[in-house]
């Protein structure tokens, strides 16, 4: 079997490896300290086709597959997990466009993502009451002749104050469930959309998260994204491509929480030798290179499915459950590894730990992976 990645996505990911170290990493700090939207970079990396590496050329991507995005996302993370987890956003709402949308959806929507004229996209599921629970959802679409008028809130929105253009989920029937579901595009500044003040964020603190209100909220009937009431279906095949990048993120985290970590053994020294010369700092490197690497693996086998055409469910949740508890395991180590040093932000793990953290809530948390894949294991006898 070989897992050397072929000439685009080799190339790919040496793009984005360039980009992180040259440009992302060395202001990661300070775009970390002052909350700072990388919206400069954004548009760089878009030129660079990151920003819709799974998308056909013909719409503005890189078309070079779900494999290639995933060693991309691995390696922005590694420089700067916010920006990272704003380029996700906008992959998946690109392919989403792309896989539901009709010709003129794709052709008005997907080239702006993807181009960089819309600096990001967002993903308006989660409601205050409806994270886990995506079918509780209460934001309600309404037909009103040639218009559809969204009413409610959404949550935990990423690049939601910046996003040009956003997928947002609504009930359009009054049936409970998920069969009353549908999704729509609704563009940034579009009246009737409010949105709320950033959070406070534990990590990723360059990454813009808000809460948006639909409030008599009007977009044109053409913005129904797909078929009535097929919203959950959709949201679900987002995440499970999702889940996908969330794994690679976490691994990019870990990775430069490992690589931190090694470089500081080699030179800390106490009693007399550097602190990698003793067994009990070697064998963290070794637990961390390891689970980091079984982690890589599970993602690239998810995204090879995925790239062709073969069922992934199961395998994203393995990926995105395995690969964000190992970099939490990775980065709880290397602040361990670095001592008091480790506790405060002028060394980078403090940042690793605090951006690794939220790996295993959004896409879906921990819990929900693994009841997605007893699902799968129950449904398929193994």
């Known amino acids: 079997m070989d897992f050397t990645p072929n000439e685009i996505q080799a190339a790919v990911r040496d793009a984005a490896r360039r980009y992180a170290q040259e440009r ?32 056909p050329e013909s719409l503005g991507g890189a078309e070079a597959g779900t494999v290639a995005y995933s060693l991309a996302m691995t390696e922005i993370a590694a420089g700067c997990a916010s920006t990272a987890v704003t380029m996700a956003v906008t992959n998946m709402c690109a392919e989403l466009i792309c896989r539901a949308g009709n010709e003129e959806q794709k052709k008005k929507y ?22 886990s629970d995506p079918a509780a959802m209460a934001t309600f679409a309404e037909k009103r002749g040639n218009r559809w008028v969204l009413n409610g809130a ?17 009930r359009t029937s009054r049936e409970p469930g998920a069969k009353g579901i ?49 919203g959950f279906k959709w949201a679900m095949v987002a995440l499970d491509g999702g889940r996908i990048g969330i794994a690679s993120q976490a691994i ?23 602190i990698g010369e003793f067994q009990a700092i070697r064998w963290k490197l070794a637990d961390m ?5 079984a982690a890589q693996l599970l993602a690239l086998r998810a995204a090879w499915l995925k790239e062709n055409g073969r069922p992934f469910t199961r395998e994203a949740s393995m990926a995105k459950l395995f690969a964000s508890e190992a970099a939490n395991r990775a980065v709880a180590e290397a602040v361990q590894i670095h001592g008091g040093y480790g506790f405060v932000d002028e060394f980078p793990v403090e940042r690793h730990y605090r951006d690794a953290r939220v790996t295993t809530i959004y896409e879906g948390t921990s819990e929900i992976q693994r009841l997605v894949i007893a699902r799968e294991i129950l449904r398929a006898g193994g």
């Open 289 to 293: 290179k390891t689970e980091l690497d």
């Open 154 to 170: 959404k949550q935990w929105i990423t690049s939601g104050a910046y996003a040009g253009v956003m997928v947002v989920w609504a």
């Open 24 to 55: 992302l990493a060395p202001g990661a700090r300070e775009r970390d300290r002052n909350h700072a939207f990388p919206k400069d970079e954004l548009r760089e990396m878009a030129a660079l086709g990151l920003m819709g590496v799974n998308v």
């Open 110 to 131: 997907v080239p702006r993502l993807t181009s960089g004229e819309y600096v990001a996209g967002a993903f308006a599921l989660s409601e205050p009451q409806a994270g």
């Open 182 to 230: 549908s999704c729509f595009l609704v563009e940034g500044g579009t009246k009737g959309l409010v949105v709320g003040k950033p959070e406070s964020k534990m990590g990723l603190k360059a990454s813009n998260t808000v809460p948006l209100t639909f409030e008599a909220c009007e977009i044109p009937e053409e913005n129904l994204l797909g078929n009535l009431g097929e």
């Open 252 to 274: 990019g985290i870990g990775r430069a929480a490992l690589e931190a970590a090694t470089a500081y053994a080699k030179e800390r020294k106490a009693f007399g030798q550097p």
